[in-house]
């Protein structure tokens, strides 16, 4: 007795559609016995199709397991579930909007691959460069790029994103190490576009109100603090040593004594020295370099602004 068609098994459920298809297949096999062993598999493959055109695609994966499930010794099975692509075909439609669905879940770098693989069919024209223009003439003054020299996308996003993070934290500490080094200064950081990271993010966003050229004058302003404190840390030990010997030495000390009418005793010039000692406190020398830091940091940023 010739089984009952697929078709006519409960579709809603993967397990009787796979036993009925088992069924045809034994059934074919047997009436099939004189064929020759690539006929038969042409007979079995096109009874595979039939099965599979009444399973909506979103549901075929489920209905091959369950095959696979019922008859895992079954050679044919096996080839039909390793190899479904012969007998579950996809519209071109189908391909691409699963091809679609899937996208979100790419990374750079699969994207990446996908782009050119594309670009290979003939799908899309690939830019080999990913900036142009004034842009691209001015990364490759910075770092001395030749014009035949080729720039990744990926890698160049990269290493913006490592560039930009050392950027924001070192404009957060100078500005805070100026906030306590010099509380009455007049300079102070302009916040009225939000600060650098924020600036940063809108202006890449493509914030109008915002432009590279602003966000270029907010990091010139972090630059030349940062350079004046650094720079500052050497005319603080200059100074600091000029204070000293204005104030300690044996001569400054003698002076000190004559100028105030005193004797010319070494007792005289040791009270003196004990005396002016005192004030040598260490808030006293942290005070004095701190104070020549700010000074040379403030000459250095108000010089450049004139």
Do not use: C
């Not at 089984?3 to 098994?9: F, G, L, Q, R, V």
């Not at 059934?27 to 038969?40: C, I, K, N, V, W």
């Not at 842009?135 to 490759?140: F, K, R, Y």
Request: proline share 5%; net charge neutral; hydrophobic share 40%.
């Amino acid at each position: 007795m010739q089984p009952a068609s697929t078709n006519d098994a409960a579709l809603a459920e993967p397990g009787p559609w796979a036993s009925s298809l088992g069924e045809r297949w034994k059934y074919l096999q047997t009436s099939l016995a004189g064929e020759t062993p690539q006929d038969r598999q042409v007979f079995l493959e096109e009874e595979m199709r039939r099965a599979l055109q009444a399973v909506p695609a979103a549901k075929r994966g489920a209905y091959l397991d369950a095959l696979a499930a019922r008859y895992p010794n079954w050679e044919m099975a096996a080839v039909f579930v390793n190899n479904p692509a012969k007998v579950a075909r996809q519209t071109p439609d189908e391909v691409i909007q699963a091809f679609l669905q899937l996208v979100p879940q790419l990374t750079g770098e699969q994207r990446e691959a996908v782009k050119q693989k594309l670009a290979v069919a003939g799908m899309i024209v690939a830019d080999p460069k990913p900036i142009d223009g004034e842009a691209l003439t001015d990364l490759q003054a910075k770092l001395k790029l030749e014009p035949e020299d080729k720039i990744d996308a990926q890698r160049l996003g990269k290493l913006f994103a490592i560039y930009a993070e050392a950027m924001l934290i070192l404009d957060q500490l100078a500005w805070n190490v100026w906030r306590n080094a010099a509380p009455k200064s007049s300079i102070r950081r302009d916040t009225t576009l939000g600060d650098l990271r924020t600036v940063t993010r809108k202006a890449l966003a493509g914030d109008a109100a915002l432009t590279p050229a602003q966000v270029q004058k907010q990091i010139e302003a972090s630059r030349l603090l940062i350079a004046g404190l650094l720079a500052g840390l050497g005319p603080a030990g200059k100074n600091f040593s000029r204070r000293y010997q204005q104030n300690y030495t044996p001569d400054a000390i003698r002076e000190a004594v004559r100028a105030e009418g005193g004797g010319k005793s070494d007792a005289h010039f040791w009270k003196k020295y004990t005396e002016l000692a005192s004030q040598l406190s260490e808030t006293v020398i942290e005070d004095d370099v701190q104070e020549a830091v700010v000074k040379y940091a403030e000459d250095l940023i108000r010089g450049t602004n004139k």
